[in-house]
């Protein structure tokens, strides 16, 4: 019985073998191709700041970073002329960040909506919605609506009653409602200073209208006829405001960049 066994065993296994279809042959011998395509890596740079004409006295952004660059720690914020207002962040486990709001200097011509806010997250890590409140009582909540891409495509505040809405090429904002405003963007090949920051949130402050504090929303710069300093990752390092009749730059934009610890 062994041996009978065995022999049927055996001639499976070469019925099995000869069966094996043979391999499809395209033409190409990978003995002798060495040739391999390569990418180019991509390059994270984080910005740290951006400031008027240089002075460090004259922030446009101060952002602090953790070492992997994962998740902002402080901000610090105003329009170059000596008003500041600073958002510390705070994370609890993966879904949700605190946001305190304090001015940093006793001005008062600026003035925040609220003085906390609590960010929730959905599972791929974006905004699902903000909390928004002043001493304790809850002000507002807004709502946040991304594409099948992921994509942020509403941004819903102010009891309900307003959005900021985006149309997507790519990886850019080409068309877009921002506080009530209609954009529409051309794009240049530089990289946008703020394209590898997480969030869109509006600075919350009285006085600027709730403006963007950041605008992660494009991966380009817009097309602005500005002059331009670019570093060798092609990311924007200086932004050059021009008289048009003498060609002299009147004010310019700095901007400075991290890049995360391995």
């Known amino acids: 019985m062994k041996k009978i066994l065995y022999l049927s065993i055996f001639l499976l296994s070469v019925l099995m073998i000869s069966c094996k279809p043979d391999p499809i042959d395209n033409g190409d011998d990978d003995t002798n191709n060495t ?9 994270r740079k984080y910005l740290t700041k951006q400031l008027l004409n240089d002075d460090p006295e004259r922030i446009i952004l101060s952002i602090d970073w953790n070492e992997d660059c994962s998740q902002i720690k402080n901000v610090k914020y105003s329009m170059g002329y000596g008003s500041t207002a600073n958002y510390k962040f705070t994370y609890y486990d993966y879904d949700s960040i605190k946001v305190d709001i304090s001015m940093l200097d006793e001005l008062p011509n600026w003035t925040p909506y609220y003085d906390v806010m609590m960010i929730h997250l959905n599972k791929e890590r974006n905004i699902d919605k903000i909390y928004c409140y002043v001493d304790n009582v809850l002000q507002d909540i807004e709502k946040y609506a991304y594409n099948e ?17 985006f149309e997507w090429t790519g990886d850019n904002v080409t068309k877009a409602v921002i506080n009530e405003n209609e954009y529409s963007y051309e794009l240049i090949d530089f990289i946008h200073p703020h394209y590898t920051i997480p969030f869109y949130m509006s600075d919350q402050i009285f006085e600027t209208g709730g403006r963007p504090l950041f605008t992660p929303l494009w991966k380009n710069m817009i097309k602005d006829y500005c002059d331009y300093e670019i570093d060798e990752n092609n990311y924007i390092a200086k932004k050059m405001y021009k008289d048009n009749a003498t060609d002299t730059v009147r004010l310019f934009y700095s901007y400075y960049y991290t890049t995360p610890s391995k």
Do not use: A, C, F, S
């Open 35 to 43: 040739d391999t395509i390569q990418e180019e890596p991509l390059v």
């Open 149 to 165: 891409n992921g994509k942020l495509q509403e941004r819903i505040y102010w009891n309900d009653e307003h959005k900021d809405k």
